[in-house]
């Protein structure tokens, strides 16, 4: 049973406008999530994450927003640019905080 | 330098054969971890381990085993490597902290691609 669930597989954004990913999650427990973006041949790298305590995250053109009662949550990207072409992972960790649960990830297109 | 690194980059082995996949860390962590990725599965936990004397299995544990020889380093072997377990290999560590609530963040190592013929 998939706790962290990614729905859309790919997204395609012209370069300038705003990608929106979605996440959401079934563990009412879940107090913290993280995003991560993954180029080919590369490593994930750390995003920007979001405390439960809060409802919305600013780093740069990136913008993490939490929806408790709707359990989901949105990462935007503002404007997009080309470089954002990537696999964007949700993730949460596990209530035992021994690991973190990923979804299965969005492939990000910006087209210039 | 890299943070977490790994090696080999790319391994091609044959049905039978044992392998062993490494990885070193210059972060300091404690945690450590192996995922592997598949098309259209995300990461899955193999193995993590919290320290030198702390091995745990992950969700996918069979066909696999590990070993922290320091905190620095911690690898994965496939004692009899199959066709299913072709794949990309991460390893990762993590900067566990409970400051109020339980919080951590990753570092992935460049993974390591892996053919099993």
Request: contains cysteine.
């Amino acid at each position: 049973d998939q706790q962290v669930k990614q729905n859309s597989p790919s997204l395609s954004v012209q370069e300038g406008r705003i990608s929106i990913l979605n996440c959401d999650y079934t563990n009412s427990m879940f107090d913290y999530f993280l995003w991560y973006k993954k180029y080919p041949a590369e490593g994930p790298t750390f995003l920007i994450s979001i405390s439960s305590i809060k409802d919305k995250n600013e780093d740069g053109r990136f913008t993490v927003f939490l929806n408790k009662s709707a359990k989901h949550l949105s990462l935007h990207i503002v404007p997009s640019q080309p470089g954002d072409s990537a696999v964007y992972f949700c993730a949460a960790p596990n209530q035992a905080g021994t690991a973190l649960i990923f979804g299965k990830g969005t492939t990000l297109s910006v087209s210039s | 330098d890299a943070d977490v690194t790994q090696t080999p980059r790319n391994r091609i082995t044959k049905t039978g054969k044992r392998i062993m996949l490494e990885c070193s860390q210059t972060k300091g962590h404690d945690r450590m971890y192996w995922y592997r990725q598949d098309p259209g599965l995300g990461l899955r936990l193999i193995y993590y381990s919290f320290d030198v004397k702390d091995i745990n299995k992950g969700e996918i544990s069979d066909g696999y085993s590990v070993s922290r020889q320091a905190q620095a380093k911690f690898s994965l072997s496939l004692e009899s490597a199959i066709p299913n377990q072709t794949a990309l290999y991460f390893c990762a560590t993590s900067d566990f902290s409970t400051s109020g609530s339980y919080q951590e963040t990753q570092y992935f190592g460049p993974g390591t691609r892996l053919l099993v013929l």
